[in-house]
């Protein structure tokens, strides 16, 4: 006879799991719709703010309490890293000393999806009475917050993805999206490049991915230079001291024209020691730009299938790079 218990214990874990899948699908269209709303609703105002934050010689100070305070520290540090000197003020520290860190010659940027929180109220007269530039982002435009800022950014009414208890996520969403977009819109503006952003993110992925070839590269007395009329008797051993595995071949001029390789000494191996290096060098060798990313380079190695490449300026060697150089140094 067949069992039906485990049947009945599956049911209900299947239907769970429908259930789990269908609210978290509820909170993620919450947030996809709030972002279109947002984003069709930018105007006079967004440009507005830009304005203030891109004419201030000072920062952009950053405040919020509780949720809204949690995601300005992100918007605070995504400004700071993207050029544009920011930092986050607790704004219930603000009223008990930290207002000094806000100055005259900064703009503050407000966010409170109510714009009553009382914390905020402090920081707002501060603005006013010393001609501090405000921004505020809420989502009331009659809030306490708004009606003293010099530009408010409205957040679209869109309900939080929970209704029962209204804790703030789509709010939420909406307001770090809109950081973002000040950030980037204000990195635009700038015309903030990589090597920019390189000194900011000196350390961790982002800022070995900007690694350029030159800074990885070896140069001076390291790199293998010989001569066309030099004997392969001197080469091999040369080629083994430099541990690169190659030779670069240049001429009086001092200009590239071939280089020399394992694959050139097996081709050549019967009469090797009788031959120069003009003779066995590959002629026209692959090389590369120094001012180009190792990533880059990385990429035209290995569809070139070498494993080093010479670096050359007005056609003269400066650096050789190894495959293996780019790749211990996380450029990738």
């Known amino acids: 006879m067949t069992k039906t218990a485990p049947l009945a214990k599956t049911a209900p874990k299947a239907m769970k ?55 300005g520290r992100k918007i605070a540090a995504t400004l700071a890293s993207t050029g544009t000197p920011a930092f986050f003020v607790h704004a219930g520290e603000a009223s008990h000393g930290d207002m ?83 950030a980037v819109a204000l990195l635009e503006r700038r015309g903030f490049t990589a090597d920019d952003y390189k000194v900011f993110h000196p350390g961790g992925q982002l800022g070995r991915k900007l690694f350029k070839v030159e800074e990885l590269m070896h140069t001076g007395a390291e790199l293998p230079l010989v001569k066309p009329a030099t004997p392969m008797a001197e080469v091999v051993p040369y080629m083994t001291s430099k541990t690169f595995g190659v030779a670069g071949v240049v001429d009086d001029a001092g200009k ?53 490449v010479f670096v050359v300026e007005d056609e003269k060697p400066v650096g050789i790079l190894r495959l293996h150089d780019v790749l211990r140094a996380g450029a990738v």
């Open 100 to 182: 000094g860190m806000i100055g005259k010659a900064d703009a503050v940027l407000a966010i409170s999806n109510s714009g009553e929180a009382n914390e905020l109220r402090d920081v707002v007269a501060y603005t006013r009475r010393f001609g501090i530039s405000l921004v505020a982002i809420t989502s009331r435009a009659q809030s306490s917050l708004a009606t003293g800022a010099d530009v408010v950014l409205l957040l679209p009414p869109a309900g939080e993805a929970c209704a029962v208890v209204e804790a703030p996520t789509t709010s939420t969403t909406l307001t770090l999206a809109l950081g973002d977009a000040i």
């Open 256 to 308: 590239l024209i071939g280089i020399v390789t394992d694959g050139d000494l097996r081709r050549h191996i019967n009469a090797l020691l009788s031959l120069t290096a003009g003779d066995v060098m590959t002629k026209a060798p692959k090389s590369t730009a120094r001012n180009i990313l190792a990533a880059e380079a990385l990429r035209r190695m290995n569809e070139w299938k070498v494993g080093c």
């Open 17 to 71: 799991a429908q259930g789990d899948i269908a609210c978290a699908r509820q909170v993620l269209n919450h947030a996809r719709d709030g972002l279109q709303a947002l984003g069709d609703g930018l105007g006079d105002a967004f440009v507005s703010a830009l304005d203030i934050f891109s004419g201030i010689e000072g920062r952009v100070i950053v405040t919020g309490v509780g949720k809204s305070g949690h995601v």
